[in-house]
């Protein structure tokens, strides 16, 4: 099982471009969260989804979107990058309709905004 | 929203030491809590979690205590190795397993 994968795991953009973040969860799951992580802090919640359905959004501006795929696979799109985007970018898929289960987090895709 | 807070920033063990990591949290209503360490360029990585309804968990060398009453949960690693050297956070799970982390805590551990 080769868990949660994400790709590219480095990438580098210029103020005002847009990105695509890919995420495949690990086998079995059906739900994806993404996290933004700062440097220095802990990751904070942009959004999940669910049954290709966006299920929950954390404080995150309308730049900040997504999409899940039949396969549970996603991807996260930022638009008009700015400079504050700079961060490490996790994916986490979880079991589905399990009450207590931990997030699995994939290596992160660290994003430079120049 | 609910927010989870960390008390120290660093904290710095001699190899064989007992760590002792804490965590605060807001949301008295949360059921379920997950404590992860983060190396350097990786992901989380899940180590323990505990739920509401428990004061106490045990794993491999690692024991989660949670006491409700202050709203406070605390991560003891035994006999700290040089492995253990990474950054730990405390998460809080709100809705459909969304979780919310404090900043995290430094582990240094010194040979």
């Known amino acids: 099982d080769a868990g949660v994968t994400q790709s590219p795991t480095h990438l580098i953009k210029t103020r005002g471009q847009q990105v695509t973040l890919r995420c495949s969860p690990k086998s079995g799951h059906d739900t994806v969260s993404w996290y933004q992580q700062a440097l220095g802090q802990g990751p904070q919640f942009i959004f999940q989804?669910?049954?290709?359905?966006?299920?929950q959004r954390g404080n995150f501006p309308d730049r900040f979107s997504g999409h899940q795929f039949p396969n549970y696979s996603s991807e996260l799109n930022v638009n008009a990058l700015l400079l504050g985007d700079s961060a490490l970018y996790l994916c986490a898929s979880s079991l589905p309709r399990q009450l207590y289960t931990e997030a699995f987090f994939g290596q992160g895709t660290r994003l430079t905004v120049v | 929203g609910e927010s989870v807070g960390l008390h120290l920033p660093t904290l710095s063990v001699q190899e064989g030491d007992n760590s002792i990591i804490n965590c605060a949290y807001s949301n008295s209503a949360s059921d379920y809590f997950i404590w992860y360490k983060q190396e350097s360029g990786k992901g989380p990585q899940f180590i323990i979690d505990?739920?509401?309804?428990?004061d106490k968990r045990q794993g491999q060398r690692v024991t989660v205590l949670l006491n409700k009453t202050v709203k406070h949960l605390s991560l003891q690693i035994a006999a700290t190795q040089p492995g253990d050297s990474a950054v730990y956070f405390c998460a809080e799970r709100g809705n459909f397993n969304k979780f919310y982390f404090g900043s995290g805590t430094k582990l240094n551990v010194k040979p």
């Open positions: 505990i739920r509401s309804n428990m």
């Open positions: 989804y669910y049954e290709e359905e966006e299920r």
